[in-house]
């Protein structure tokens, strides 16, 4: 059983998209209703891609100073450049991380692609080490694509 039930939030996101609730509404809706899934989901930025740079459209839970990440740069960065989802269970490990705040032990990174473009990312914090399974990835997984579909 996961946390996140990712049929019902991409459920609510189709509903919202038909009530041309528009982009930053759709990416707000994402972030509240992860965050809304409880521990271990902590906080919730919705960064999206223009040109060379992540710029944060949405977000729930705690405020970061990070508003623009360079691609390439910290976890969300690397996505980008890597073209892969990161997954990275304790942060503290990492050289090349950018912290928002000290409570923050692991992080995941999904990535919003349309084929093989790059829209932008789900980057979800947590405060507790190596919470997400590959179960509750692919729930965050479905979220971003439909939202790849959607925006
Ligand atoms: N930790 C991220 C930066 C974004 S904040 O967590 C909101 C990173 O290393 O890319």
């Known amino acids: 059983m996961t946390i996140l039930q990712g049929d019902r939030l991409v459920a609510a996101l189709r509903g919202a998209f038909a009530r041309d609730v528009g982009r ?13 899934a409880g521990a271990p989901y902590t906080s919730v ?29 910290g976890v969300c960065g690397t996505a980008v450049a890597t073209g892969r989802d990161q997954n990275v269970g304790d942060v503290s490990t990492l050289t090349n991380y950018l912290a928002c705040n000290l409570e ?26 190596n919470p997400f399974t590959p179960d509750e990835e692919a729930e965050v997984r479905k979220v971003a694509d439909a939202l790849a579909v959607l925006l």
């Open 45 to 73: 930025y919705l960064y999206m891609l223009h040109g060379e740079e992540l710029v944060l459209e949405a977000f729930a839970g705690r405020v970061t100073d990070h508003t623009r990440i360079p691609v390439g740069k």
């Open 24 to 36: 930053i509404g759709l990416l707000q809706l994402a972030a509240d209703r992860i965050k809304e």
């Open 104 to 129: 923050t032990r692991s992080e995941l990174v999904v990535l919003i692609r349309r084929g093989a473009l790059i829209l932008g990312q789900i980057d979800v914090d947590s405060d507790v080490p």
